[in-house]
């Protein structure tokens, strides 16, 4: 699943760390360490998670999140969403707002 949100860019899948797959824990992973940085900011749960680091991946930073918590941070995203447009909630500033501009004309490709 993807996931865009106010704090960044999420790809999140189950946990595959030791080869096997483990559907108990989300790999969170993000190509901007400070997308992780931002969620653990804002949710408690996470702030003691080690965002884990490698060059050999494509999503380069990374956390492992027990399903069940991870469950509640998105239901807490969804909760506190207060606005009509998401592009111009996350802000007009930043290379994440372009590049969400072009995934939103992409993705209009699908009408």
Known sequence: MWVFSRYGFFSCTCDT???AL???VIMVRA???EHIENLQKKFTDLK????QY?????YQYRIYVPKEIW???VSEIVIETDY???KSAVGGDGNYHQLLSEVW???SALE
């Open 105 to 107: 004309c992409i993705m």
């Open 84 to 86: 009509g447009n998401f």
């Open 17 to 19: 760390k030791h080869g």
């Open 22 to 24: 483990n559907t108990n």
């Open 48 to 51: 003691s998670i080690e965002i």
């Open 54 to 58: 490698s060059l050999k991946y494509d």
């Open 31 to 33: 190509r901007v360490k």
């Open 71 to 73: 469950a509640k941070i």
